[in-house]
């Protein structure tokens, strides 16, 4: 664990408490920092968040525009949540707003003292926009104190987090829409019925106006590129630079954001080229393991999806792969306790894939128990002591081709073994 993660751990709650109230008092006791940001889009959803937080950026970037972004988790630094105008907060900086957070008196939980701080270090260097990442939900979550934003928008929801915002679609999808506020338009993407009726009935009650993935706008894969049309354009652009196909509905959602924000063709087209999100079907060369996997001739993928949804998209990018390369696959996975690894696991079961499950520092759901998930959908699945126990035997097993998934805290430990792949 970073420095960092260590000081906010040893001094905040670490539970998860979905509530404005501390949150709202913290900011009051620090001057109100949320009110002092330059324009927000504020980003909610289940799936796709954080790329499509990335893609925005790249875009902004492109376009010449000094660009904060705050997301969550991180995955080997606690750095990487808080960017400002396009750096990871320095270390100097981050540890003496801490400082004046702690001093405020009364509890506040890791997240919100996480939240605090980007609001604060975001409200005192100079920028021309700030995407923020909801962290749970969207109505109780604490960057949800932004009573302003510029834009939001809503990724596509799904099931997660059952036990903070239970097992209704609608329910989940309406405690989400919780970012959309009176006159902000919200670019929404493609969502299941129920959940885009009850996102409908959340916009009519603030009238926030909406434009929406396969009404106002689609995106879709053409001829090697990626193909955007809403009601007065038609885009002929690259790819952009994520694998996997769920990455170019990311695509157009972002770039529905991009044109709400009036940013060039120009900055879209080289955005897309440019962007960049670790562990979401990174492929890994370097460090230990991609070292490893180069030896022996394999590709070596890392994704953090860690729930059903998540699960199909890792599904389909495999399939694409070994319908143009076939080579023997292999898995290795860890999840947190608390994850559908049952739905997980039957997303993946037509990949034929050999599993190897292993853990990680913190509540991980035991490598015997997730195997024993992974056989029950028709998965040969092998409990390994550590990750580089699982790659070897991979390897040993002549898997060609192995997708480390399942956890981004499985993720953040892949990119943390070594400097060079440290995200930056």
């Known amino acids: 664990m970073d420095p960092v993660s260590e000081r906010l751990r040893a001094r905040h709650p ?3 408490d979905l509530s404005l109230e501390r949150m709202q008092a913290l900011c009051a006791a620090l001057g109100d920092p949320q009110h002092r940001l330059p324009p927000v889009v504020h980003v909610a959803g289940t799936n796709g968040k954080g790329s499509t937080v990335a893609m925005i950026r790249a875009i902004a970037e492109a376009a010449g525009l000094r660009v904060h972004a705050y997301t969550s988790p991180h995955l080997v630094r606690f750095n990487e949540r808080i960017r400002l105008a396009g750096n990871l907060i320095e270390d100097d900086q981050l540890n003496a707003i801490l400082d004046r957070i702690e001093a405020v008196s009364g509890e506040a939980t ?3 003292s996480t939240t605090a701080a980007a609001f604060v270090a975001m409200a005192e260097t100079p920028a021309d ?3 923020v990442e909801v962290g749970l939900g969207g109505v109780l979550d604490a960057t949800n104190v932004i009573e302003r934003p510029l834009l939001s928008v809503i990724a596509p929801v799904d099931y997660d987090h059952a036990e903070f915002l239970g097992t209704d679609l609608a329910g989940i999808a309406a405690e989400k829409a919780g970012v959309l506020k009176a006159g902000a ?3 929404i993407a493609r969502q299941q019925e129920v959940a885009m009726a009850a996102i409908e009935r959340a916009a009519q009650a603030v009238h926030a106006p909406l434009t929406v993935m396969g009404v106002d706008f689609d995106a879709w894969a053409e001829r090697g590129g990626l193909v955007f049309q809403n009601q007065e354009r038609f885009l002929d652009l690259p790819s952009p630079g994520l694998a996997g196909a769920h990455q170019i509905d990311n695509a157009g959602v972002a770039i529905a954001a991009a044109l709400e924000l009036d940013l060039p063709e120009t900055a879209i087209v080289e955005g897309l080229k440019a962007v960049r999100w670790p562990a979401r079907l990174q492929r890994v060369v370097g460090g230990p393991y991609g070292e ?10 890392l994704d953090g999806g860690h729930n059903p949804h998540a699960g199909r998209a890792l599904a389909a990018f495999l399939a694409e792969r070994q319908a143009r390369a076939p080579r023997p696959l292999a898995l290795i996975c860890a999840m947190l306790s608390n994850k559908d690894a049952g739905g997980f696991f039957a997303a993946l079961k037509e990949t034929g894939a050999t599993v190897f499950t292993v853990g990680f520092d913190g509540t991980a759901a035991d490598p015997a128990a997730l195997a024993a ?4 959908h028709g998965l040969a699945a092998t409990p390994a002591g550590s990750v580089g126990e699982a790659l070897d035997m991979a390897l040993r097993f002549g898997a060609g081709r192995v997708a480390i998934c399942g956890s981004l805290y499985l993720a953040g430990e892949v990119l943390g073994a070594s400097r060079e792949t440290w995200p930056d």
């Open 110 to 112: 890791v997240f919100e």
């Open 185 to 187: 338009p919200g670019v």
């Open 14 to 16: 670490q539970r998860i």
């Open 129 to 131: 926009l700030a995407i």
């Open 373 to 376: 998930v992974a056989r029950g």
């Open 292 to 301: 490893a996997a180069r030896a022996a001739d394999a590709e070596l993928w």
